[in-house]
T-cell receptor
Framework: IAGITQAPTSQILAAGRRMTLRCTQDMRHNAMYWYRQDLGLGLRLIHYSNTAGTTGKGEVPDGYSVSRANTDDFPLTLASAVPSQTSVYFC??????????????FGPGTRLTVL | SQKIEQNSEALNIQEGKTATLTCNYTNYSPAYLQWYRQDPGRGPVFLLLIRENEKEKRKERLKVTFDTTLKQSLFHITASQPADSATYLCALLYSSASKIIFGSGTRLSIRP
């Protein structure tokens, strides 16, 4: 059982380049999330999806886009990367929406450096 | 906007003692509060959930309290072990927002 996988594990990217971070879960969870984690700021929600076919904006959505074509995959795209997007990115999932007392399961993270 | 505060300074505890971590929040009370553990280079792992109408929740050596008057949750690890060393995050759900907000975490070190 893999749980949640993320790819790549790490990436160094030139500013202005487009980048897609991949996230796949095999738990058939309805809800999925993308967070970024920066030192001293904790985890901040970028985008979320309560079910396949729907997405929503989190706390820091600017510069990022997501899609949820099916239950398992939730890719995060940086259309034109900027140095301030240097961070560790975590994908997470839960059985249902957060207001159903669901715990979140996290992937191993992607360390992204934008130069 | 809602704000969550965890002690940003690392907490160093002698093995065998009880470690107590604090999570304070502002404004109105959340529907529930969760605690996660995060090891270096890994994603957070869920530990415990406590609801707004619960005062205390226990799981093995872990205990969480929820005081809506003080706007505070305490996370206790009894009989602490070096393997408990990690960063611990609290997360709050505000039902009106239907999203979870995470604190920045407290790093706990248990010395032998």
């Amino acid at each position: 059982i893999a749980g949640i996988t993320q790819a790549p594990t790490s990436q160094i990217l030139a500013a202005g380049r487009r980048m897609t971070l991949r996230c796949t879960q095999d738990m058939r969870h309805n809800a999925m999330y993308w967070y970024r984690q920066d030192l001293g700021l904790g985890l901040r929600l970028i985008h979320y999806s309560n079910t396949a076919g729907t997405t929503g904006k989190g706390e820091v959505p600017d510069g990022y886009s997501v899609s949820r074509a099916n239950t398992d995959d939730f890719p995060l795209t940086l259309a034109s990367a900027v140095p301030s997007q240097t961070s560790v990115y975590f994908c997470a999932s839960s059985v249902g929406q957060p207001n159903s007392y669901n715990e979140q399961f996290f992937g191993p993270g992607t360390r992204l450096t934008v130069l | 906007s809602q704000k969550i505060e965890q002690n940003s300074e690392a907490l160093n505890i002698q093995e065998g003692k009880t470690a107590t971590l604090t999570c304070n929040y502002t404004n109105y009370s959340p529907a529930y509060l969760q605690w996660y553990r995060q090891d270096p280079g890994r994603g957070p792992v869920f530990l415990l959930l406590i609801r707004e109408n619960e005062k205390e929740k226990r799981k093995e050596r872990l205990k969480v309290t929820f005081d809506t008057t003080l706007k505070q949750s305490l996370f206790h690890i009894t009989a602490s072990q070096p393997a408990d060393s990690a960063t611990y995050l609290c997360a709050l759900l505000y039902s009106s927002a239907s999203k979870i907000i995470f604190g920045s975490g407290t790093r706990l070190s248990i010395r032998p």
